[in-house]
Nanobody, 121 residues
């Protein structure tokens, strides 16, 4: 059974930093693409960043480029999202997701339960 467990959310002042973690278990993820998404109150879920588990190549949405960094630890089967220079508009529930065949489908197959990030002004 695949599990994605996020942690690291919390309350931080604008300009501060947080690091989110996503611990993955239940299968081999070496060929997967791992993504971070977020959903703010009253808004649709939006893509934040993704990373290829095999190549390490990363991609970001424009609003977080230069502030957020996605990374992975193969030994720990964990993906991270380092968030710096946080803004109030980054406030959202952040979700980790895993895509088994992203190149073909662009779809994510598994989702975590989410972790709340709140940035105060």
């Amino acid at each position: 059974q695949v599990q994605l467990v996020e942690s690291g959310g919390g309350l931080v002042q604008a300009g501060g930093s947080l690091r989110l973690s996503c611990a993955a278990s239940g299968r081999t993820f070496s060929s997967y693409v791992m993504g971070w998404f977020r959903q703010a109150p009253g808004k649709e879920r939006e893509f934040v960043a993704r990373i290829s588990w095999s190549s390490g190549s990363a991609y970001y949405t424009d609003s977080v480029k230069g502030r957020f960094t996605i990374s992975k630890d193969n030994a720990k089967n964990t993906v991270y999202l380092q968030m710096n220079s946080l803004k109030p508009e980054d406030t959202a529930v952040y979700y980790c997701a895993a895509a088994g065949d992203y190149a073909s489908t662009g779809e994510y197959d598994y989702w975590g339960q989410g972790t709340q990030v709140t940035v105060s002004s």
